[in-house]
């Protein structure tokens, strides 16, 4: 009984799409499916959301927390106009220097 709660749980569990937010100089890119989008890009940020299964409304940004908001920002909207109707955000904090 326990078990198929359990198998009915993970079946029912809704698709999420899990992307990454990177910075290099003044330019925010996503990852998408392994591959970089410019987020200025309009047409390879339309085809990168555009293989996306309908029926996957939520998402998951991961980033650094040093992130700068235009760059999640624009990444929120994006998913926001291709139907994404549940968006968070995960901050990952830089790894630690090691001691000299």
Do not use: H, W
């Not at 698709?15 to 890119?29: F, Q, T, Y």
Request: hydrophobic fraction near 50%; glycine fraction near 8%.
């Amino acid at each position: 009984m326990i078990a198929a709660a359990l198998l009915l749980a993970q079946v029912a569990a809704p698709a999420v799409l899990r992307v990454r937010v990177e910075v290099e100089g003044e330019r925010c890119s996503m990852i998408v499916a392994g591959k970089p989008v410019d987020l200025l890009d309009a047409v390879a940020l339309n085809d990168a959301l555009a293989g996306i299964d309908p029926k996957v409304t939520e998402a998951v940004i991961a980033g650094r927390a040093a992130t700068p908001y235009r760059c999640v920002g624009g990444i929120v909207y994006a998913l926001q106009m291709r139907g994404f109707t549940r968006v968070a955000y995960v901050g990952e904090e830089a790894s630690p220097r090691p001691a000299r």
